[in-house]
């Protein structure tokens, strides 16, 4: 079968069942691979901790997250990806201290279904402590979306992953579905702004403006600030000069996997370390 054909295959709506097939396959595999993208303090240029995107190694290509995971959310299979996604990138939490970064935090993307799963808590605790990793070096981004209704904000997962000391990030910050009382209600550690006020930024000065005010409004209710998708060093440097806790994007680094991952936070450290 070709590549085309297997993919039309595997996400047409009637095949669920194969969808089902070839995503055990590709799990047991291991053709599911986690990259990570550093967030850096902008006041210190250090790396603070990752995000975990998912890449799907198949034997045709990688898949990148986007043509995939809304396929699992439909079929319900992301709740099977729960317990590998925490084992996974809490393992490789734990290789980085081993390798001697020991402060920094893993951060997840979790949709909201996965967010109401019943078995999410024990999910998390059991890989927490099969790697001995403090929930405090844990973060979770939800996005803002239309399905983030009351009871997902409200949802006890959330109550106790909070309690627990897990951090919870608002992803994607602006880009639609944004509300006042999500932000209010969330009780978040981190405010995300998604990469399209970024990229926007320099085209006209209201934008200039507006995400100054972004940037304001997560600081008066005590959230971390982080511009996504930083891509030129006038952004940095604007970022930095208005306040803007953290940053990510491709002027830092790309996503890596972890065998690139360790090399890159070690020239890094050396480069900081010759200042
Ligand atoms: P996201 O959480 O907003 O992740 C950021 C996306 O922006 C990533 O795309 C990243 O590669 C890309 N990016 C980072 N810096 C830059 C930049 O400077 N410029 C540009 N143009 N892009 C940048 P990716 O890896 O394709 O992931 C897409 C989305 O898939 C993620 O968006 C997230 O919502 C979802 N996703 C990824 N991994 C997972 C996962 O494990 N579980 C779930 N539920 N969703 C995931
Ligand atoms: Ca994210
Ligand atoms: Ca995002």
């Avoid at 595999?29 to 967030?39: L, R, T």
């Avoid at 627990?164 to 910050?173: A, K, Q, V």
């Amino acid at each position: 079968m070709g590549f085309l054909s297997s993919i039309q295959h595997l996400f047409a709506d009637k095949k669920r069942i194969l969808g089902a097939t070839d995503f055990r396959r590709a799990l047991n595999n291991n053709e599911f691979v986690f990259y990570y993208q550093p967030e850096w303090d902008l006041k210190t240029g250090r790396v603070m901790g990752v995000e975990a995107l998912i890449r799907w190694e198949s034997p045709n290509g990688i898949i990148p997250p986007m043509e995939f995971i809304p396929m699992l959310e439909k079929t319900g299979l992301i709740n099977e990806f729960t317990p590998f996604l925490f084992n996974q990138t809490l393992k490789d939490l734990r290789e980085l201290y081993q390798a001697g970064f020991d402060n920094l935090f893993m951060s997840v993307n979790l949709s909201i279904i996965q967010l109401k799963d019943p078995s999410l808590l024990d999910t998390i605790r059991q890989s927490l402590d099969k790697y001995a990793i403090l929930p405090e070096k844990l973060e979770c981004e939800v996005t803002e979306t239309k399905h983030m209704d009351r009871a997902a904000i409200e949802h006890q997962n959330l109550h106790q992953m909070r309690d627990m000391g897990i951090r919870l990030s608002i992803d994607d910050f602006g880009s639609g579905h944004a509300s006042f009382n999500y932000l209010k209600d969330l009780d978040a550690h981190k405010l995300k702004i998604d990469r399209d006020f970024i990229q926007s930024l320099f085209d006209k000065p209201a934008n200039e403006t507006i995400m100054r005010t972004i940037i304001g409004l997560g600081h008066s209710l005590g959230l971390i600030v982080l511009a996504e998708g930083i891509e030129t060093s006038e952004q940095e440097k604007w970022l930095r000069e208005n306040e803007c806790d953290v940053g990510q994007g491709f002027w830092f680094s790309r996503p890596l996997p972890l065998t690139m991952l360790i090399p890159f936070l070690r020239t890094h450290q050396e480069k900081q370390q010759n200042q």
